[in-house]
């Protein structure tokens, strides 16, 4: 079975809520180990393809899958890439009493979840401007 290019925008949002809820619920309990959820669920979906909370969100759709808005998968797989790293390195901030990292990586990726929720996805102006600066700098050498 040959996997879809695209994800329902549902399961992408879900995923989005799950890291900012994580951050703000880790920033008001102080238990840490909540970001364990979203950042083993960004790990799996990045090495096996599986995230387990798009999976469970998966379950509440009502439509069928191609029904919905439908996100590139590439590009969601590079901002779980960007969300994972934030997420390690605000737990390692956590970990090793280094709250000014913890703060400021878990800020960044909560901040970078609602913002995509609200409209505007930072990871893919990043790798929009990544893309031009490669193909900038092979029009140049060519």
């Keep these: 079975m040959q996997r879809s290019s695209t994800i329902p925008r549902p399961l992408v949002r879900t995923n989005q ?8 619920v880790t920033w008001v309990t102080g238990a840490y180990w909540i970001l364990l959820i979203p950042f083993i669920a960004g790990i799996m979906g990045i090495v ?12 509440f759709l009502r439509k069928p899958l191609s029904e919905y808005v439908p996100e590139d998968r590439d590009q969601q797989q590079f901002n779980q890439i960007i969300a994972v790293a934030c997420l390690a390195l605000g737990l390692i901030g956590y ?12 800020a960044m ?8 929720i609200l409209g505007f996805c930072i990871g893919c102006f990043i790798r929009y401007q990544w893309t031009q600066y490669r193909y900038r700098r092979t029009q140049r050498h060519s």
């Design 95 to 106: 970990l090793m009493h280094w709250l000014i990292v913890a703060y400021l990586f878990t």
């Design 48 to 59: 096996v393809g599986l995230n387990p909370i798009m999976r469970l969100a998966r379950v």
């Design 109 to 116: 990726v909560a901040l970078a979840a609602f913002i995509a």
């Design 17 to 24: 809520w799950v890291i900012v809820l994580s951050v703000l």
